[in-house]
């Protein structure tokens, strides 16, 4: 059960992802890492780092195209979130 609680430390390896989207993967990852999808509005990250939504689109882009997660916006600022390699 406590393997669920850490972060995948090949992300903190990775050098194509930058520190900025190091961090948003693990806010993504703390909340959603047992569900299946989860909901993410770019107005809950800007609490935790300065962010818009061209660059939450671009660091979310660059973590699906690393196949972390898979991602739609739905709306202006709202996402699906799918952590890929969780379960």
Do not use: A
Not at 9 to 18: G, L, N, S, T
């Amino acid at each position: 059960m406590e393997d669920y609680y850490k972060i995948p430390p090949r992300i903190w390896k990775d050098k194509h992802i930058q520190p900025e989207g190091k961090i948003i993967y693990s806010y993504i990852y703390s909340k959603g890492f047992d569900k299946l999808l989860i909901n993410l509005n770019v107005g809950e990250l800007q609490q935790v780092v300065k962010i818009n939504n061209v660059g939450l689109k671009k660091v979310l882009q660059k973590l699906e195209s690393n196949q972390y997660l898979l991602f739609q916006e739905y709306d202006t600022g709202m996402y699906t979130i799918n952590l890929l390699g969780c379960k």
